[in-house]
């Protein structure tokens, strides 16, 4: 049996997208909303492979946002609000939280939008 690494990136999304249909989006989607265009955009990042280990829990927050903001607007657009899904170790200490969505909503409101919602999945280590 195959493994995703066995494959590379590229070939894994070209697979993804066969299966649900042909759709061909890998950062963005662009929606056509009657005259307008709506750009919806995720990235998931991990802290063993996107963050640098010198990097303090405000900076992670920025960069995540930043990321995403940057994606719509290599699109063309401006961003209407910012979701947040983060997991997040059961022990993690208070303060790297307090940190970590301070740095989503400063990010945020450099920008001119906002964060609209923010949801995080515990587990442990």
Same mark, same amino acid.
């Given at each position: ?8 990136? *590229?070939?894994?999304? *070209? *697979? ?12 963005? %989607?662009?929606?056509? $909303? ?5 750009? $919806? ?5 991990? $802290? ?15 960069? +995540?946002? %930043? ?10 657009? *401006? ?6 899904? %983060? ?36 587990? +442990?280590?």
């Amino acid at each position: 049996m195959s493994e995703c690494k066995d494959i590379g990136e *590229r070939q894994l999304i *070209r *697979r993804i997208s066969e299966i649900l249909g042909g759709i061909v989006n890998e950062d963005c %989607a662009v929606l056509d $909303a009657g005259g307008q265009y709506l750009v $919806a955009t995720t990235d998931m990042l991990h $802290a063993k492979s996107d963050f640098p280990e010198i990097m303090n829990p405000w900076q992670i927050g920025w960069m +995540t946002v %930043a990321v995403n903001l940057s994606d719509i607007a290599a699109m063309g657009g *401006r961003p209407a609000g910012v979701l947040i899904a %983060a997991g997040i170790p059961q022990d993690t200490d208070l303060y790297f939280i307090d940190e970590l969505f301070s740095g989503f909503g400063e990010c945020a409101e450099i920008f001119e939008t906002q964060v609209l919602g923010a949801t995080w999945t515990p587990w +442990t280590n």
